[in-house]
């Protein structure tokens, strides 16, 4: 059983950033590619970033140039740092990884940007 663990959330001023980190219990070097989601009420869950083994990364369109996603391989740890944070970025953040043909969801972190 794969665990996932988010942290950072919270309140930010718009043009603030946070830090998300997403502890996994097992190397993060078996659930590659691990990724972000987000979800909003009455929204389908969006891809943000992913990232996989030799460190390629995505992200949509709306957060490129804006987010970053990384791993800790020594850490066993996946981050992702916002900068320049928008309203519209409000959300509940996922955390996802896949053991085999098996996906694994964090519980959510929220991040809410607002004055």
């Known amino acids: 059983q794969v665990q996932l663990v988010e942290s950072g959330g919270g309140l930010v001023q718009p043009g603030g950033s946070l830090r998300l980190s997403c502890a996994t219990s097992?190397?993060?070097?078996?659930?590659?590619?691990m990724a972000w989601y987000r979800q909003v009420p009455g929204k389908q869950r969006e891809l943000v970033a992913g990232?996989?083994?030799?460190?390629?990364?995505s992200y949509a369109d709306s957060v490129k140039g804006r987010f970053t996603i990384s791993g800790d391989n020594a850490k066993n740890t996946v981050y992702l740092q916002m900068n320049s944070l928008k309203p519209e970025d409000t959300a509940v953040y996922y955390c996802?990884?896949?053991?085999?043909?098996?996906?694994?969801w964090g519980q959510g972190t929220q991040v809410t940007v607002s004055s």
């Open positions: 996802n990884g896949r053991l085999g043909q098996q996906p694994y």
């Open positions: 097992t190397s993060i070097f078996s659930i590659y590619p």
């Open positions: 990232i996989n083994s030799i460190g390629y990364t």
